[in-house]
Structure formats: C-alpha cells, structure tokens
C-alpha cells in the first residue's frame, strides 16, 4: 500500500496495515482509536495533544474547499446565496466523519515514518 493509499484508508503510517480508527458503532465513537496498532504496536497517539496539528490541517482544508465550492456555485452556476449556503451546510455535514478522520491519518502520516521490516 503506498503513501496516499495508507492515509485515506486511515490505516497505520508505520506497518500500513494496522487501523488507526475503531469499527465507529454511534456518532459519539467518530474519533476512537486502539490506543496502539495491532500489527506493530505504534502509539496511535504518540504524545497527550498530539492531535492539536491534525485540527489546524482540517481547518485549511475545510475552509479552502468551501470558498472553492461557494465561489463554483456563486460564480459557476449562478445560484442564490441562500441555496448556495443551503448546499453548503449539506455539503459539510457529509463531509464531517471523513475530514476529521481523513485530518488526523493526514497527521500521523506527517509525523511518523513507514518501516519496511512490516511489508
Ligand atoms: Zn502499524
């Protein structure tokens, strides 16, 4: 599995294989992790706050993507502002489990490297 594979798959930076997240059973489990991954035993979360940066990726990347699809809508299609913004709220509400996952695999990828001794 390679780089780009690994971190929307939310699989372990280090082995690739393992999960980063826990089967999600309710909207409140969005963010449960194994507290280390179950084919190499890395800390899914190497130091208390360590997911601080995974926030600030997601926030450049919802706010980017958003003034993109406004402006396509606005610009593109010549849509209202309320039915933009109506798109818009939809838009971000299917989008919520996946950023904020999608953020921190993104994270932990950046900061910790794959070994090859687990392919
Ligand atoms: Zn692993």
Redesign the pocket.
């Known amino acids: 599995m390679n780089l780009v594979q690994s971190i929307f798959k939310y699989k ?1 930076p ?5 999960n980063l997240f826990l089967p999600m059973k309710s909207l409140s489990d969005i963010l449960e992790m194994p507290k280390e ?6 800390a899914t979360e190497p130091e208390p706050g360590f997911y601080y940066g995974a926030m600030f990726l997601s926030y450049i990347g919802t706010g980017f993507t958003y003034l993109a699809l406004v402006a396509v809508l606005i610009i593109g299609f010549k849509l209202p502002l309320n039915y933009t913004f109506g798109i818009l709220i939809l838009f971000a509400m299917l989008c919520y489990i996946p950023t904020i996952r999608l953020a921190r695999s993104l994270w932990i990828h950046m900061n910790v490297k794959y070994d090859k001794k ?1 392919n």
């Open positions: 372990c280090r082995c690739r294989k393992g991954c179950s084919v190499c035993g890395q687990y």
